[in-house]
């Protein structure tokens, strides 16, 4: 079954920029999704289709995806940016999520 | 604005079956070129998605829990449904419900509820 690959944690100072990386064979041939979700909080979708953002996710986030790894961008890092980021691609019939990175803001 | 709400047992014994409803509200079920999603996430734990259904009847299973997981939806209550079967302790999590497009990405979902499994 396919893998994604996540590192478990990321500390970025506030105002600094953070890339959170999804890796997964040939995963730059798959559509990547990534997800922000807060403590006791639903997920919530920033990033579809490798680098597209839903209407109401601020430009500070961003996606790129290319060979055997995808990248989230996280800018001008806020508090209210904490919490845990999953990467998500479909394969094979099924849903792959990778294990999810925590992102503390110091 | 489409919003999903879960509702069910928050208590199931071992061996019984789990069964969960997502109420939509904001939107019809049956309209659109969406696929309706139940995803757990253990406590502490990562994501995982148990399956998905569309409205035509048509579904796909995560394949580590298929035999034990149906799904079906009320599209006059505009609501959808999760069954999983035999479950054991490794089933307690919080459960969500999501909208899936064709893209195969999730939004929105429903703040989830969790099911606990002990006797």
């Known amino acids: 079954s396919f893998e994604l690959t996540q590192p478990s944690s990321v500390s970025l100072a506030l105002g600094q920029t953070a890339k959170i990386t999804c890796e997964g064979n040939?995963?730059?041939?798959?559509?990547v999704h990534w997800y922000q979700q807060r403590p006791g909080q639903a997920p919530l979708l920033l990033i579809y289709?490798?680098?597209s953002r839903p209407s109401g996710i601020p430009e500070r986030f961003s996606g790129s995806n290319s060979g055997n790894t995808a990248t989230l961008t996280i800018s001008s890092a806020q508090v209210g940016d904490e919490g845990d980021y999953y990467c998500?691609?479909?394969?094979?019939?099924?849903?792959?999520f990778g294990a999810g990175t925590e992102v503390t803001v110091l | 604005q489409v919003r999903l709400q879960e509702s069910g047992p928050g208590l199931v014994k071992p061996s019984q079956t789990l069964s969960l409803t997502c109420t939509v509200s904001?939107?019809?079920?049956?309209?659109?070129?969406?696929?309706w999603n139940w995803i757990r996430q253990p406590a502490g734990k990562g994501l995982e998605w148990i399956g998905r259904f569309y409205t035509s009847g048509s579904a796909n299973f995560n394949p580590s829990l298929k035999g034990r997981v149906s799904m079906s939806v009320d599209t006059s209550k505009n609501q959808f449904f999760l069954r999983l079967s035999s479950v054991t302790a490794a089933d307690t999590a919080v459960y969500f419900c999501a909208r899936g497009g064709m893209g195969n990405y999730y939004a929105p979902w429903g703040q989830g509820t969790l099911v606990t499994v002990s006797s």
């Open positions: 289709n490798d680098a």
């Open positions: 040939d995963i730059g041939s798959k559509n």
């Open positions: 998500q691609v479909w394969d094979s019939g099924t849903v792959v």
């Open positions: 904001g939107g019809s079920i049956s309209i659109g070129s969406y696929y």
